[in-house]
């Protein structure tokens, strides 16, 4: 009688996980896209659906910046852009980096030693993969950009490390 029970409180524990850990699914799939955890609203009509970004992005600008992917090093069109301009979010075209910003990390992406303004980005703490990392992220409209480590310039001791893909450039 006793095993009956278990069995049938562990069934039910399992289903109610089931249910919604799916319900969870379906609303990360549906909601807008928005910075991993802060669940911050974004401030303007860039608020879109994740299926909307799907219709209006390059497939690799969609899995970069949306389903938080990485380009491979070196292979990205701004990793040795050594042009005067700015770096705009390739998404919402807000203004996030500066070509004055810009150093040669050896990484093979793009890397910043600070952002053009604090306030066009959001850092958010990233667990992923096993490693703890800092995640960068336009604040305009959540889209990944990439991550930011503390081993940059001795002038703010940040690198910016953003996938090219997550840019758009525009030159001055």
């Given at each position: ?38 669940g911050?609203?974004?401030?303007d ?14 497939s ?106 997550s ?6």
């Open positions: 009688m006793k095993t009956v029970i278990l069995q049938s409180k562990f069934i039910l524990t399992l289903v109610i996980f089931i249910i919604f850990s799916g319900f969870n699914f379906m609303l990360a799939d549906n909601n807008s896209c928005q910075p991993g955890s802060s911050q609203k974004f401030t009509s860039h608020n879109k659906l994740n299926k909307d970004w799907k219709k209006i992005l390059p690799d600008v969609y899995h970069i910046t949306r389903e938080k992917g990485t380009e491979r090093a070196f292979t990205g069109k701004y990793w040795d852009n050594h042009d005067r301009g700015i770096y705009k979010c390739a998404c919402c075209g807000a203004e996030l980096f500066s070509s004055d910003t810009k150093f040669d990390s050896g990484t093979g992406w793009p890397s910043f030693s600070a952002p053009n303004a604090k306030e066009a980005i959001e850092e958010l703490p990233d667990d992923s993969y096993g490693m703890q990392r800092t995640e960068v992220i336009c604040k305009k409209c959540g889209a990944h950009l990439g991550h930011v480590f503390p081993d940059g310039p001795a002038v703010t001791g940040q690198r910016y490390c953003i996938n090219s893909a840019l758009d450039f525009q030159n001055q």
